[in-house]
C-alpha cells in the first residue's frame, strides 16, 4: 500500500457494462488514459456511480484489479470503496 495526499478532483469511476450488463473490462485502460490526460490524478473505484453495489464480491475484485493494471500505465491513485451490507463480503474485499 502507498500512502499520498489526495489533491484536486478525484471522480467516482463508471464500470463499463456491456449490453448484456457483462463487466466490459477492456474499455477501462483507455478510460484510465483519458482520465489521466484530461488531469485527473486520483480515482474512486466503486463509488457514489452505484453500480458496483448490484456486482458480486468477486465481480467487484475484478474490476478493481482491472484498475489497478490501468494505474500502473497512467500513474493514477486508485482508492476503492469496500462498503456493503453483508459483513462477511466487506471484510473480504
Do not use: C
Not at 497512467?74 to 462498503?83: A, D, N, Y
Amino acid at each position: 500500500m502507498v500512502n499520498f495526499t489526495a489533491r484536486g478532483l478525484m471522480p467516482p469511476v463508471f464500470t463499463p457494462l456491456n449490453d448484456d450488463h457483462t463487466i466490459n473490462y477492456g474499455v477501462i485502460p483507455a478510460y484510465a488514459k483519458f482520465l489521466a490526460d484530461s488531469g485527473i490524478k486520483s480515482v474512486l473505484v466503486g463509488g457514489t456511480t452505484g453500480e458496483h453495489m448490484s456486482l458480486s464480491v468477486a465481480d467487484r475484485k475484478k474490476v478493481v484489479d482491472a484498475w489497478v493494471v490501468a494505474a500502473k500505465t497512467t500513474g493514477l491513485h486508485i482508492q476503492v470503496q469496500v462498503g456493503g451490507a453483508p459483513l462477511a463480503d466487506v471484510t473480504e474485499l
